[in-house]
């Protein structure tokens, strides 16, 4: 079951389609993990311990990553639209009242979407390194 919906953020890129889908899968798998050491996977408790896994791929059109920890199970979809606009949708289910405490800290204060946002210029500048 998907957790309800949050948020979207979305970048256009001047780059072909198929160099962004590629940069997408390697930010995703790569950089945009948690380390196995960070201290801030073991106080969550993510898992999988990077914070994310792929949990679906429409190659060139949608990857669905989720996750889950202590206050939270979300799913981070990319879709790719157009010629080359990248979407970022954010998903989250927050239970119990620390799920409540967390959301306001990550999501009201504005924290989820400039990390998001940062995500989509991270894909753009790979994709336009390897373009």
């Known amino acids: 079951m998907q957790p ?11 780059c072909p389609r198929d160099v962004v889908w590629q940069a997408l899968n390697q930010h995703a798998t790569g950089d945009l993990l948690i380390g196995p ?13 990077g914070g994310f896994e792929i949990a679906d791929s429409i190659d060139g059109q949608r990857l669905d990553l989720t996750g889950r920890h202590h206050f939270s199970n979300y799913l981070l979809r990319f879709e790719l639209e157009g010629s080359t606009t ?5 998903y989250a289910a927050f239970p119990g009242p620390h799920g409540r405490i967390y959301r306001l800290l990550v999501i009201s204060s504005g924290a989820h979407a400039i990390a998001t946002r940062g995500i989509l210029r991270s894909v753009a500048q790979l994709a336009e390194q390897t373009n």
Request: cysteine-free.
């Open 4 to 14: 309800p919906f949050v948020d979207e953020h979305s970048l256009s890129l001047a």
């Open 37 to 49: 050491r960070n201290p801030l996977a073991l106080i969550l408790g993510t898992k999988p311990r």
């Open 86 to 90: 990248l979407r970022a949708l954010t």
